[in-house]
C-alpha cells in the first residue's frame, strides 16, 4: 500500500511538471543573418544545439519589455493548444558580435549580452496569406480571443505574423502584446479593457464562433497557469531605469493583469464580436 502510494504521488508530480512551461537554455555560436522586420532587428542564429533560430534581443528600441511580451503571450498561446516555434533563452556572450562591421548591428549585440529569446526557425515556412490560406472559424477565433485577452495590435492584414508550415498554422511574434508595462500607468484599468484595437485583426471575418470560445478557453486558462508563466521571466529583464518595483513584484503585477483581464473576459470578447457585426 505505501508502495502504490509513494508510485501515486510521483506520477502525480511528474504530471504537474510536465503541465508546467519550461524554457531550454543555449548559447548562441553564430550570428547568420539579419531580419530587418520593424525596428527591433531580429536576426537569424545559430546555437550550440546546432538548431537555428529566430534571434530576439533585449538590446532592441523597446528593451527587454519587448522579450516579456513575446515570452508571456508565446507561451499563453502554447497553453491554449495553439501551434508556436519553441521558445528558448538564448545567451549571447559579451565576445560575441565584436566581429561584426555594421556598426547597428554591433551595437545591438553589445546592448544584448546576457539572456535574450530565440524562437525555432521554421526552415521552409511562408507567411500566411488571408487570400490564398483558408482558417476555419474555430481556429480563428481562438487566435482572435487569443490577441483581445493579450491586447496584441500586430496581427493585422498588413503584418499578419502567422506562418504555414506542413499545411499547419503557426504564431510567431507576440512582442507588441501588453503594450501596458510601456507606461505602467492606471494597468487596472487596461486590465478590463475592451481592445477596440481587434476591430483591425486579420482573422475576425472568420471568427463566428468568439462565444463558444470565450467559454471554452476562461475555463482552460487557469490562474496557476499564468502564475508558471509569468514565472519564467528572467531577473535581468526586470530592470527597468526609473522603475522602483524589484523583479518579483513587478511579476505579480503581470500575474494580476492577465488574471484580471481573464475574469473579464466577456469585455473584449463582446468587442471582437460587435467589431465582426461591423465587418460582415
Not at 45 to 56: I, N, P, R, S, T
Request: include cysteine; proline fraction near 4%; charged fraction near 25%.
Amino acid at each position: 500500500m505505501i508502495k502504490n502510494t509513494v508510485c501515486l504521488q510521483t506520477e502525480i508530480i511528474l504530471s504537474e511538471m510536465q503541465d508546467k512551461p519550461v524554457l531550454r537554455t543555449v548559447n548562441v555560436t553564430r550570428y547568420i543573418t539579419p531580419l530587418r522586420e520593424g525596428g527591433s532587428l531580429p536576426a537569424l542564429a545559430e546555437a550550440d544545439d546546432d538548431f537555428k533560430y529566430v534571434l530576439k534581443f533585449k538590446g532592441n528600441g523597446h528593451g527587454p519589455k519587448a522579450l516579456i511580451a513575446e515570452l508571456i503571450g508565446g507561451e499563453i498561446a502554447r497553453a491554449l493548444g495553439l501551434k508556436l516555434p519553441e521558445l528558448v533563452f538564448a545567451n549571447l556572450d559579451e565576445a560575441f558580435g565584436r566581429t561584426e562591421a555594421d556598426e547597428e548591428i554591433q551595437d545591438l549585440l553589445k546592448g544584448s549580452q546576457g539572456l535574450n529569446l530565440a524562437l525555432h526557425f521554421l526552415s521552409g515556412a511562408i507567411t500566411y496569406d488571408p487570400v490564398v490560406n483558408i482558417v476555419d472559424a474555430k481556429k480563428a477565433s481562438e487566435i482572435v480571443w487569443l490577441d483581445a485577452f493579450i491586447i496584441n495590435m500586430d496581427r493585422t492584414f498588413k503584418n499578419t505574423n502567422m506562418l504555414m508550415w506542413h499545411k499547419e498554422l503557426w504564431l510567431i511574434d507576440h512582442g507588441a502584446s501588453l503594450y501596458f508595462h510601456h507606461s505602467f500607468v492606471n494597468w487596472e484599468m487596461h486590465a478590463k479593457s475592451p481592445f477596440t484595437l481587434i476591430k483591425d485583426h486579420v482573422l475576425l471575418p472568420q471568427a463566428s464562433l468568439l462565444e463558444e470560445t470565450n467559454k471554452r478557453f476562461s475555463t482552460l486558462l487557469t490562474e496557476q497557469n499564468i502564475r508558471d508563466i509569468v514565472s519564467l521571466i528572467p531577473d535581468e529583464w526586470l530592470h527597468w531605469e526609473g522603475m522602483d518595483k524589484t523583479p518579483e513584484e513587478l511579476r505579480e503585477v503581470y500575474f494580476q493583469f492577465l488574471t484580471i483581464r481573464l475574469k473579464h473576459s466577456e469585455l473584449f470578447t463582446t468587442e471582437a464580436e460587435n467589431a465582426r457585426k461591423v465587418l460582415i
